[in-house]
Nanobody
Framework: QVQLVESGGGAVQAGGSLRLSCEAS????????VGWFRQAPEKEREGVAR???????YYGDSVRGRFTISRDNAKNALYLQMNNLKPEDTAMYYC?????????????????????RGQGTQVTVSS
């Protein structure tokens, strides 16, 4: 069992930056698949960034070059550095993890299918 708690969301102007944090408790997330996805009102969930079981990094097309995912295994935590934010980045952001070997079958668009997810943190970007 893993419990995830996101923090760091807020309201910023376009071009600004935010750093989201995700603290995990219970089991370690160091060996599983981890990632972030987001959901805006009346839109489908969108995979943002992930780290595979093998340690490879992947990003959604809309955030590549602006967002950076990282992890701190010692703290059992996951982060998302978001730079050059745009109004279209406005959404609820969720971290997720999946310890199952089969998580390798979930590509970036399917991060929301991971076994565990947090309650989310709101990011609002104004123009």
């Amino acid at each position: 069992q893993v419990q995830l708690v996101e923090s760091g969301g807020g309201a910023v102007q376009a071009g600004g930056s935010l750093r989201l944090s995700c603290e995990a408790s219970g089991d370690s997330i160091s060996d599983g698949c981890v990632g972030w996805f987001r959901q805006a009102p009346e839109k489908e969930r969108e995979g943002v960034a992930r780290i595979s079981r093998g340690g490879s990094y992947y990003y959604g097309d809309s955030v590549r070059g602006r967002f950076t995912i990282s992890r701190d295994n010692a703290k059992n935590a996951l982060y998302l550095q978001m730079n050059n934010l745009k109004p279209e980045d406005t959404a609820m952001y969720y971290c997720a993890t999946d310890p199952r070997p089969a998580c390798i079958n979930y590509g970036t668009p399917y991060i929301s299918e991971y076994l565990y997810r947090g309650q989310g943190t709101q990011v609002t970007v104004s123009s």
